[in-house]
């Protein structure tokens, strides 16, 4: 419907001939109007596109470095779905149909299926979905989606199989996650000794 109201908008502003001059000086007139119409449509359309200050996408094709992964062009995830972060579990509650949008547990693999954390379009850090049928350990952190399958909550371990496989600091403590998840009311329980 906004496709055919933004086509219109666009026959009336574009003239074709001369010859009708009582139509052309009655759309003159509402020129000012159809244009702004035209503009809260795009608007309209662009605010629902996705985009929020927290992200999580899947990536597309890997790479070692994080910023040369390349990332699907949506996000499976964004602040939307998400309803509340308990920040000392690295869990999330999310809503019904961003529950239905994550991989099935026997889509991934072994090997897992990658995603990157984007907060206020910045990539913060790698992880993946993965399930505990993989004997393969992951450095980076991972939601097993065969266990955090309960409910609406997805939790965010450390490392697969257990934290003390995982390599480097822990990068799901980044000050910018959290200042956003206060900042968007999400926070459901802060840091263990913080406010």
Not at 18 to 36: E, G, H, N, S, V
Not at 139 to 162: E, H, K, W
């Amino acid at each position: 419907m906004e496709v055919s109201v933004a086509h219109w908008i666009i026959q009336t502003l574009h003239f074709q001939t001369k010859a009708d001059i009582p139509q052309q000086q009655a759309t003159m007139k509402l020129r000012p109007l159809l244009a702004a119409c035209l503009a809260l449509i795009v608007i309209g359309t662009t605010a629902h596109a996705g985009k929020g200050r927290f992200e999580l996408f899947l990536v597309k094709t890997p790479h070692t470095e994080l910023e040369k992964i390349e990332l699907e062009a949506k996000p499976l995830l964004t602040d939307g779905d998400v309803t509340s972060y308990d920040w000392q579990t690295h869990s999330m509650v999310l809503t019904k149909d961003a529950k239905a949008r994550l991989p099935k547990a026997r889509e991934i693999g072994v090997r897992g299926l990658g995603f990157v954390i984007v907060v206020d379009g910045k990539r913060l850090y790698r992880g993946s979905f993965w399930t505990s049928f993989s004997s393969i350990g992951c450095p980076t952190p991972v939601i097993l989606l065969d266990q955090d399958d309960a409910g609406y909550v997805l939790r965010i371990r450390r490392a697969y199989p257990s934290d003390e496989f995982a390599a480097g600091p822990d990068p799901r403590g980044d000050e910018r996650l959290l200042q956003v998840l206060r900042e968007l009311g999400k926070l459901a329980r802060p840091p263990a000794g913080s406010r």
